[in-house]
């Protein structure tokens, strides 16, 4: 009787479980165990050629140059191990734990640490050559490239730094924590946000190229192959991104994920349809405004991730030109516009749990240069409540605020034409 063909060669038994990922050199396979050992196996037998105990888990995945294996340990140190006799060669002790993954190049050891700093050692004797504060605690392994080192933090940045001195290249801000580690193919840098998105910046500029949005935050580590960005999402999905479309899709002006796109209130044959009660003035100054507008095409695209975006660096935009937009006077004392909003661009997404939880936000995209934001405001959740209903009367107006005059005068006019649409024939008072 022939014996089963399994496809198992062997399995090695730890003390703890293994989260650390291998690294395979010369016949031996290196790896870490929260038993707090590091563990070198033969590749063939599976038998266990020495371990090397530490003081805490090991969640750090090993990296090996010229005969020395280096990782991190909760032990809050980084370790460098002589890789034939498992013996300790030098140690470097952090303020905190070390869970990010070691890089090896020209000499130099690389780790960010989660005591808010990424460090620079010299390889023989665990000296420090530089370090580097950033705003937050680092997970994201570094990636090496052309004398740069790229690494993401908690804070919500992607740094690039020059690998010889430590000295910041760019860095560039996401929604949230950035726990991905980066991948550097083609001058292009990608790594995922717990934003819920892919990034593709360009190496040089620190310049966003395209984003990709997911259902639910990136911490997954991307893999590039043959024009392909591969990536998984909390949101139970692996995700396979053609690089070639998605830039077209930029350079189109094209979001590469839309969320909403509509038609704006706007163009010459809608303004000529608008009802006999639209006030002839509104007419005229919208159809003279359209044709001043720098756009081809007067699609825009409601954006909810421009939105929290907005929210997340609301004190960097306080330069962003705003304008009061308030309803028409001979209808003021009768409705308001938060109907007209939600009708035009429905209803936006909930940030209750940010700072200014009574307001909601609009991020309206025209192209990739031009775009803004309706505030609306609400002074309490009673408010709130009737914000549709015609018998309250509600005092309520609206902030508009864009990186160029044309938007905010469109969009206000858009949402007095659209109002006095709704409510001039309810009222006489029209002038």
Not at 79 to 91: N, P, Q, S
Request: aromatic share 12%; with cysteine; hydrophobic share 35%.
């Amino acid at each position: 009787m022939t014996k089963e063909k399994t496809p198992l060669k062997w399995k090695f038994k730890t003390g703890d479980t293994v989260i650390s990922s291998p690294t395979v050199s010369d016949g031996v396979i290196y790896f870490g165990s929260e038993d707090n050992h590091l563990y070198a196996i033969d590749i063939k037998t599976g038998k266990e050629k020495w371990k090397f105990e530490t003081g805490d888990s090991i969640s750090s995945s090993p990296a090996i140059s010229d005969g020395v294996v280096y990782f991190g340990n909760l032990d809050n140190h980084l370790y460098a191990i002589d890789i034939k006799t498992g013996e300790e060669k030098w140690k470097f002790e952090t303020a905190y734990e070390n869970t990010s993954s070691p890089a090896v190049s020209d000499g130099v050891v690389y780790l960010g640490s989660r005591d808010g700093y990424f460090y620079a050692l010299d390889n023989n004797t665990g000296e420090e050559k530089w370090k580097f504060e950033d705003g937050g605690s680092i997970s994201s392994s570094p990636a090496i490239s052309d004398g740069v080192v790229y690494f993401g933090s908690e804070d919500k940045h992607c740094y690039a730094l020059d690998a010889k001195t430590g000295k910041e290249k760019w860095k560039f801000e996401t929604g949230r924590g950035v726990y991905s580690s980066p991948a550097v193919v083609g001058g292009v840098v990608y790594f995922g946000s717990i934003d819920n998105h892919l990034y593709a910046i360009d190496i040089k500029t620190g310049k966003e190229k395209w984003k990709f949005e997911t259902g639910d935050p990136v911490p997954s580590s991307p893999a590039v192959s043959d024009g392909v960005v591969y990536f998984g999402s909390r949101d139970n999905h692996l995700y396979a991104v053609d690089i070639q479309i998605a830039e077209n899709a930029i350079l189109k002006n094209e979001p590469i994920k839309k969320i909403k796109s509509e038609k704006i209130l706007g163009s010459n044959e809608m303004v000529r349809k608008l009802d006999q009660n639209v006030p002839v003035n509104f007419k005229k100054d919208l159809d003279e405004l359209i044709s001043k507008f720098p756009s081809e095409s007067l699609t825009y695209t409601v954006n909810d991730q421009l939105t929290i975006d907005y929210w997340s660096s609301y004190y960097h935009m306080g330069d962003i030109p705003e304008i009061e937009v308030k309803m028409p006077e001979s209808l003021s004392d009768k409705v308001s516009f938060p109907s007209i909003v939600e009708d035009l661009f429905g209803d936006p997404v909930n940030i209750d749990d940010l700072e200014y939880h009574h307001d909601r936000v609009y991020g309206i995209s025209i192209n990739e240069k031009i775009f803004g934001f309706i505030i609306r405001h609400a002074s309490d959740d009673e408010i709130q409540a009737y914000l549709d209903d015609d018998e309250y009367v509600i005092k309520e107006q609206l902030i508009l605020k864009s990186n160029h005059e044309y938007f905010i005068e469109l969009i206000s006019l858009a949402l007095k034409v659209e109002f006095c649409k709704k409510y001039g024939k309810k009222h006489n008072k029209m002038t």
